[in-house]
């Protein structure tokens, strides 16, 4: 339910901001939820644009890692779930466009940011994927850190992006339930199946933990978001969430995670885990990982590569307009 929509102008003269500000604030007090068609403030749909944006970004960069493996997978099986897999990726980036359209973004317009490097996409698809193993590993890992981050999501503030939430939520469970099966599988197999397995934890556990974002002291669009209503939880309470999460499964897959410090915590009851090496997430982010150059080179071979099917779509919709005119 959301709170009724911009109030009409009065006989008088149009609606009085702080009137609009008040109805804003008290949908977002009230638990409910902004619709496309109510008035917002401009600092949220800026902040909401570029959250989904990004996110959008990160579903569609997120693909090439591991559709790089389709045509190496190893039987059919495993081929027709990875398959799946990225094309749920592909749909996921369709859903949070649309939702950032609903805000006034223009779906090229943020394509273009993101080849720009006007806007960013997760760190952790900068990472190579180096054995069949990944797979099964940014399943478990990155999907499950995805999860953490995106169930909250679907109680955001705005409608549409937690509308696409609940979908994209559903989708991410069968992701990680996937890879922890090929885990679980290959960890069966032979001792250099499960060897692939632990050099792939050993690659992917600390990128997965800076999925969550940078401590909450340092980052400075958190707060705002969470009185919002955008975001529901801190990054370091996420963070924490999914190393309880994931101590335990790594334990019965059989697998050492690559931290000498990673405890139980009976005072807190949480596992205490060692230092991020934040120097590392700020080089990737901006730039500087060991993939970001050919995720954007591939990004914009695409866009360029199939510019002609949109033209010729749109000339198509065009013609067909003028006909029924
Ligand atoms: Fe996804
Ligand atoms: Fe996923």
């Known amino acids: 339910m959301s709170a009724p929509a911009l109030e009409r102008p009065r006989a008088d003269g149009p609606p009085d901001p702080a009137a609009l500000q008040e109805r804003f604030d008290a949908t977002i007090a009230a638990g409910q939820r902004i619709e496309p068609r109510d008035w917002m403030p401009g600092g949220y749909r800026k902040t909401l644009i570029r959250q989904i944006a990004q996110h959008a970004h990160s579903e569609i960069i997120g693909m090439q890692p591991e559709g790089d493996w389709l045509l190496a997978a190893p039987s059919l099986r495993r081929k027709a779930i990875l398959l799946a897999k990225v094309q749920d990726e592909a749909g996921h980036g369709?859903?949070?466009?649309?939702?950032?359209?609903?805000?006034?973004?223009?779906?090229a317009d943020l394509t273009d940011k993101l080849?720009?490097?006007?806007?960013?996409?997760?760190?952790?698809?900068?990472?190579?994927t180096l054995n069949y193993a990944d797979v099964g590993v940014i399943g478990w890992l990155?999907?499950?850190?995805?999860?953490?981050?995106?169930?909250?999501?679907?109680?955001?503030?705005?409608?549409p992006y937690a509308r696409a939430m609940i979908r994209i939520c559903k989708e991410e469970s069968f992701?990680?339930?996937?890879?922890y099966e090929l885990l679980m599988t290959m960890m069966r197999g032979t001792p250099e199946q499960r060897a692939m397995v632990q050099d792939a934890v050993d690659r992917w556990w600390?990128?997965?933990?800076?999925?969550?974002?940078?401590?909450?002291?340092?980052?400075?669009?958190?707060?705002?978001s969470m009185a919002w209503g955008i975001k529901r939880h801190g990054?370091?309470?996420?963070?924490?969430?999914y190393v309880d999460m994931s101590v335990p499964q790594a334990a019965f897959l059989g697998?050492?995670?690559?931290d000498p410090e990673i405890a139980w915590d009976a005072e807190t009851g949480h596992y205490r885990f060692g230092r991020i090496d934040w120097a590392e997430f700020k080089r990737v982010i901006s730039g500087d990982g060991p993939a970001?150059?050919?995720?954007?080179?591939?990004?914009?071979a695409a866009r360029d590569d199939n510019a002609w099917v949109v033209e010729a779509a749109t000339s198509y919709a065009q013609k067909q307009a003028e006909a029924a005119a």
């Open 235 to 241: 990054n370091d309470e996420l963070r924490q969430r």
């Open 175 to 179: 992701h990680q339930r996937q890879g």
């Open 115 to 128: 080849i720009e490097g006007r806007q960013k996409y997760s760190s952790i698809f900068n990472y190579p």
């Open 142 to 159: 990155v999907d499950g850190a995805a999860i953490c981050n995106q169930v909250p999501l679907c109680r955001s503030s705005y409608g």
């Open 206 to 224: 600390w990128p997965s933990l800076m999925m969550f974002g940078p401590p909450d002291e340092d980052s400075p669009n958190s707060a705002q």
């Open 94 to 107: 369709m859903y949070l466009y649309a939702a950032a359209e609903t805000l006034g973004a223009d779906r």
């Open 255 to 258: 697998v050492t995670l690559p």
């Open 292 to 300: 970001n150059a050919e995720r954007i080179a591939r990004r914009r």
